[in-house]
């Protein structure tokens, strides 16, 4: 078992920057692909971005592409989504999720995947 704690959500403005964390604990973190998924409510959670083992690859969805940067610091188990030139259409509940499958390799996830644990999420709202 996963546990998986966000934080760094928040209220801010429109074209302004926030960076979310998340936490794990309970297994190894450095054999666990991790990713970001978001959700409106009445809406289906979308995934958002996802990241491998090592970092160093990275997969986006196209409405954050080039503005949300995933990325990782296995020393401290724990993954990031820098957001910047927020929009409100990114007004949403963020969850971190990790993949159960050790040593998988990641990409982009459906939010319906069995193999993913998720946190408890952590609310952004961008104000226009």
């Known amino acids: 078992q996963v546990q998986l704690v966000e934080s760094g959500g928040g209220l801010v403005q429109a074209g302004g920057s926030l960076r979310l964390s998340c936490a794990a604990s309970?297994?190894?973190?450095?054999?666990?692909?991790m990713a970001w998924f978001r959700q409106v409510p009445g809406k289906e959670r979308e995934f958002v971005a996802s990241?491998?083992?090592?970092?160093?690859?990275?997969y986006y969805a196209d409405s954050v592409k080039g503005r949300f940067t995933i990325s990782r610091d296995n020393a401290k188990n724990s993954v990031y989504l820098q957001m910047n030139r927020l929009k409100s259409e990114d007004t949403a509940a963020y969850y971190c999720a990790a993949d159960r499958r050790p040593l998988y390799s990641g990409g982009v996830y459906s939010p319906h995947d069995p193999s993913l644990y998720w946190g408890q999420g952590t609310q952004v709202t961008v104000s226009s």
């Open positions: 309970g297994r190894t973190f450095s054999n666990t692909a």
């Open positions: 990241i491998n083992l090592t970092g160093l690859r990275t």
